[in-house]
């Protein structure tokens, strides 16, 4: 189904499944844009039956009053063909643009549940061509190329049933037309396709080529570049012109195969149409309004022929949107959140030791606030194991400090314990009972050095944590971790908006900002994951205190690399190469001269006023 380094796509045959799902789902919609359109293709078809009535009414010398219920039918069918053509497209419109937004809607749900590994392997830029161009593909698809071609095929069909009506055999005489309309099109797109590739590819390349000597103008100046990078870009240039030249040229022999198919169609229907008046099985005005039948089909099929590569280039873009809401919401290795949500609990508030707010709470809900991880062991994407069996207890309310080298394993345990990522075996347990990890977030809150501020005004940011939280608690939660003197005194207090084009807020305010956040989500355990270690010595202990105040009375991992938070903590736990080497109080691990004391000695060399704590 897919790359190594992709999402998936879905077949073909899934790909039109989820289609016809999605028809049957909207069945009445359908239906009726169905029955309008066929009512609009009928009108159409009438003007030229009155047509072909009106010669046969000269040829019989009838009176020049013949022509006014004849001109009436003409109005009358233009006027209701032109109203049903015009509401068929806005209902087809309707039914897919509904069904595209049901489908965007469901790939982003499903992206923002995928597993950080998942994401962090195929990079953002797939999932966000998806959600972007594939969607805007099926988008134009949607409003405007299916409805063009729906009514074109129903204008084809009751057209050549329209001529078949008259004389079967100038129904068959238009029909030849088909097969060759079939033929040029099957010439044409395995032929289009790889060379639009070619000219996007070109494009891009001459576009990037511009841009890079732009930037780079002062280097191009100063190694007197100008000329070899001028002849670059012409040779580029060339290579666009070629492209588009060819794509037009095949373009222009798909026209010719086209107009030869309706040269065919049309030379049938006459030499048909002669041959029946002569035989009089047909009149002049049944064989001329064939015709034009046949050749008020020129436009239309025109539309559905050189639009075609757009539907197949959306049926790719649909393939694609559906693999990702195929994925199971386990499929990866770890479960269902991204790593920038990270400082938030899927399903928001979770009651402290219950399952409120937690879908899917049940009879094993947990007893209690204590978090034990158990044998864990873990490998990412099918790498080298990085925990080797861990194991590690904290009793209800206890704040334990999980410290040892770079790589030794620190973080991803912590991602274990917050159920970001799901163990490849072992168990982490709250209270008692092992969960896995959908149901073990609505439990456990953990904020990462990557703390991610929502663009939009500073209050909704927090709301998030908590839905409808007052402005006295969202106070309370911004002055328990000492950030509501700088939020108040922003340009527009806590209505300011921050994050993404807003105002920027700096590192140690978004990790305060996180730490309010915990505080308005309730979770009964918190895991800290390097949350104070990116500020300056003096913004870390202020934030060490905020982390403090955040995380009192509640069970908490804190991954420390400032040692102090480990001084501080009930109890430390050195890990060394993804096992768990020591563990104590920090005077007697200090006292016992081990691998602790070690980066103890190393931290107080380091930070020697630190030690005072
Ligand atoms: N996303 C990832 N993909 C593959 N390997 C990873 C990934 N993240 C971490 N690792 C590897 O897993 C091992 C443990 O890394 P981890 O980040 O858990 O250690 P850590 O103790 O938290 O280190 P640090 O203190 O530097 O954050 C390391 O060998 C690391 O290279």
């Known amino acids: 189904m897919t790359g190594p380094d992709r999402l998936p796509v879905a077949d073909a045959r899934r790909t039109w499944a989820w289609l016809r799902l999605e028809l049957r789902a909207r069945w009445i919609g359908g239906t009726l844009a169905a029955l309008v359109g066929v009512v609009g293709a009928a009108a159409s078809v009438v003007p030229a039956y009155a047509l072909g009535n009106l010669v046969d009414r000269v040829r019989e010398n009838a009176p020049v009053s013949a022509i006014v219920p004849i001109a009436v039918v003409i109005v009358a069918a233009a006027v209701v063909g032109g109203a049903a053509t015009g509401t068929a497209t806005y209902l087809i419109g309707r ?325 970001i990522l799901r163990p490849g075996s072992g168990t982490v347990s709250v209270g008692g009972v092992a969960l896995p990890p959908d149901r073990l977030r609505a439990h456990v809150a953990i904020i990462t050095q990557e703390v991610h501020v929502f663009a939009g005004p500073l209050i909704e940011d927090l709301r998030l944590a908590r839905q409808g939280a007052s402005p006295g608690e969202i106070a309370s939660a911004l002055s328990a971790v000492g950030a509501l003197d700088w939020a108040t005194a922003l340009p527009d207090g806590l209505d300011t908006v921050v994050g993404e084009g807003g105002h920027e807020l700096t590192t140690a305010q978004a990790q305060q900002l996180a730490l309010a956040r915990l505080i308005l989500v309730d979770p009964a355990i918190a895991i800290l994951d390097e949350a104070t270690a990116e500020a300056g010595s003096l913004g870390a202990r202020t934030l060490e205190e905020s982390a403090a105040a955040a995380t009192r009375g509640r069970t908490t991992l804190i991954v420390a690399h400032r040692l102090t938070q480990a001084a501080a903590a009930d109890r430390v736990v050195v890990m060394e190469h993804g096992r768990i080497v020591e563990q104590g109080r920090h005077q007697e691990l200090v006292a016992a001269g081990g691998r602790y004391a070690q980066l103890w000695r190393a931290w107080e060399a380091r930070t020697p006023t630190s030690t005072s704590r």
């Open 95 to 419: 039914v897919c643009g509904h069904m595209l937004a049901d489908l965007r809607e469901r790939t982003v749900a499903r992206a923002l549940a995928l597993p950080v590994t998942t994401l962090e392997r195929v990079g953002k830029g797939d999932l966000l061509s998806r959600v972007s161009t594939d969607a805007a593909s099926i988008g134009k698809a949607a409003t405007s190329v299916v409805p063009t071609m729906i009514s074109a095929f129903l204008l084809g069909v009751l057209s050549i049933a329209a001529m078949a009506g008259m004389d079967w055999r100038l129904g068959l005489a238009g029909a030849v037309a088909v097969p060759l309309y079939v033929a040029a099109l099957r010439w044409y797109l395995p032929r289009a396709a790889p060379k639009y590739a070619a000219e996007r590819r070109a494009v891009a390349g001459n576009s990037q080529l511009l841009v890079e000597n732009m930037q780079g103008a002062r280097t191009v100046h100063a190694y007197r570049l100008e000329q070899r990078r001028l002849r670059d870009i012409g040779d580029a240039s060339h290579q666009v012109h070629d492209i588009s030249v060819s794509v037009f040229t095949l373009f222009t022999r798909f026209v010719g195969r086209v107009n030869r198919a309706e040269f065919f169609g049309l030379a049938a229907i006459l030499v048909a149409g002669f041959l029946l008046v002569r035989s009089g099985a047909a009149t002049v005005g049944q064989s001329a309004a064939a015709a034009v039948l046949f050749h008020r089909l020129f436009n239309p099929i025109g539309m559905l022929l050189f639009t075609f590569d757009e539907l197949q280039a959306a049926a790719a873009s649909l393939a694609r949107l559906v693999g990702v809401v195929d994925l199971a919401p386990d499929q990866g290795d770890g479960p269902d959140r991204p790593a920038g949500d990270a400082d938030r609990p899927a399903g928001g508030v979770a009651a402290r030791g219950g399952d409120a707010g937690c879908p899917g709470a049940g009879a094993s809900a947990p007893g209690g606030a204590g978090l034990e991880l158990s044998g864990v062991r873990f490998g990412y994407d099918g790498g080298p194991e990085v925990l080797h069996g861990v194991s590690i207890s904290l009793p209800a309310g206890a704040r334990v400090a999980l410290v040892g080298s770079t790589g030794a394993g620190k973080s991803t345990l912590a991602a274990i314990a917050a159920g």
